[in-house]
């Protein structure tokens, strides 16, 4: 049985994120996504102009009178969303936790892609994969999605994107949008991520909280790791610590952006500090254009 305060999370996520969608995310959505290709509709009469190359000669022989194919986009998608369920999610020291803000952009994104009616499915990963629900349409399936990322506790603490990345190639067979929401806070799945890349319309969503980047000044700190349980003590007092540290976030920073210009591979920063709605709404703007 679902405790009730899960049940009120939902629907105060679904309440939000139902009028940024309605409101902000449902056009961009519709016209940033491309469906699969073009399926045949209908046809009618030719008129000079027109490419002759989409006659339809069955049509034509039998009325004696030239008729061409009317094609249009196939507008259903599969959109899968990979959540980071591992421990390094549990931490926030703004407005929200990073799996609290992962649930919310997976609701948003979810909710944009039934509004469309496309299929959404969902795969839960920490060292390996959790949990995986296979993509179907509706409101009550989306809800459900929803209510697993609130509700669901992984097992294992680690991360490994490539193991949750080959599981994506080794699943989903047909070409798919793929939300990939995670802190990337990991080492060796380039290889896995390009291949995903190409097979898929791969997004990146990262994660972070502003503490990750600049400690505050609070004297000594005994910090634990939540992924590995590893317990070391951190001077935040020492200005000389406290800039070490960040010119050391900053320079993996800049290193993991360069590996995202490289491998094609796009990227959409979400702090927990701020609202998410201007950096999805300005990555939606930009790959408009691009496209």
Sequence with gaps: MIPREIIKKVRRIEIRTRGLVNDLFSGEYHS????RGMSFSEVREYVPGDDIRLIDWNVTARTGDPFIKIFEEERELTVILMVDMSASGQFGTASKLKTELAAELAAVL???AIKNNDKVGVIFFTDEVEKYIPPKKGRSHILRVIREILYFTPE???TSLGNALDFLLHTAKRRSVVFLISDFMNEGYWRSLKVANRKHDLIGVQIHDPAEEDIPDIGMVKVKDPETNDVFWVDTGSAADRKAVKELREMNKTEF??????SRFDIIPIS???????????????REKRF
Excluded: H, I, Q, W
């Design 32 to 35: 940033v996504f491309k469906g």
């Design 110 to 112: 979810g909710f944009s």
């Design 156 to 158: 294992k603490k680690g």
């Design 257 to 262: 952006m360069d590996a995202c210009r490289k």
């Design 272 to 286: 927990t500090k701020e609202d998410y709605v201007e950096p999805l709404m300005n990555y939606f703007r930009m």
